[in-house]
């Protein structure tokens, strides 16, 4: 198993583009997350999925959008990048219990 | 929104030497869990405990959790260079579908 995995590693965008961030889970999880993390600090929930055709709302969604067509499957979309959007962005999947599993990360600098 | 607070921030110490970091919330978690993140990954579960006054080892990482369940404790003895990272609690307020993390304590074991 891959675990989760996301793509890009990396991105540079200019303010006002728009990107999609991917997130796969090969663990047949119902539940994914999506995540942002500045330097140093906690993760705060932007939104998040308890099955394919379920998302809601975390704790920071503005300026993103989610959809989730299959199980596997879980994209963010970022709408008019902002400076302030500018964070390191994770992606978890969970089969309903405690544990989450973190893919590796995408580094997004918004200039 | 639920707030967890970690302390201390930041911790810098030498090897061999102990170290507790803490977790407090004014909220009751229906369980609690420990990750540890390495630079330029995503975090990784170290433990979960559930009930109030438990208290869990991990080889030299002793867990425990508040008797009241706002609040937890990690305790690291004769820390090693392994064991730098940046040490996040996560608090699940229920159906552990959501998780609140906490602000973080990045720490450094030097030789």
């Known amino acids: 198993n891959a675990g989760v995995t996301q793509t890009p590693k990396f991105h540079i965008l200019k303010i006002g583009q728009s990107m999609t961030l991917q997130c796969t889970q090969d663990?047949?999880?119902?539940?994914m997350y999506w995540y942002r993390q500045d330097p140093g600090m906690g993760l705060k929930l932007i939104y998040y999925s308890v099955g394919a055709g379920i998302t809601d709302k975390g704790e920071v969604p503005n300026g993103y959008n989610v959809s989730r067509s299959t199980t596997e499957d879980f994209p963010l979309r970022l709408e008019l990048a902002a400076p302030s959007q500018t964070s390191v962005y994770f992606c978890?999947?969970?089969?309903?219990?405690?544990?989450?599993?973190f893919g590796p990360g995408t580094r997004l600098t918004v200039l | 929104t639920q707030l967890l607070e970690q302390s201390p921030q930041f911790l810098s110490i030498q090897e061999g030497e102990n170290l507790t970091v803490y977790c407090n919330s004014s909220?009751?978690?229906?369980?609690l869990q420990w990750y540890r993140q390495e630079p330029g990954e995503g975090p990784v579960l170290l433990v979960t405990?559930?009930?109030?006054?438990e208290v869990k080892k991990l080889k030299r990482l002793t867990f425990q959790f508040g008797d009241a369940r706002k609040d937890s404790s990690l305790h690291i003895t004769a820390a090693q260079p392994g064991d730098t990272g940046l040490y996040l609690c996560a608090g699940d307020t229920g159906g552990g579908n959501k998780l609140t993390f906490g602000t973080g304590t990045q720490l450094k074991v030097e030789l």
């Open positions: 405990v559930v009930t109030g006054g």
């Open positions: 978890a999947s969970s089969k309903g219990g405690n544990t989450q599993y």
């Open positions: 663990m047949n999880h119902n539940y």
């Open positions: 909220s009751v978690f229906s369980s």
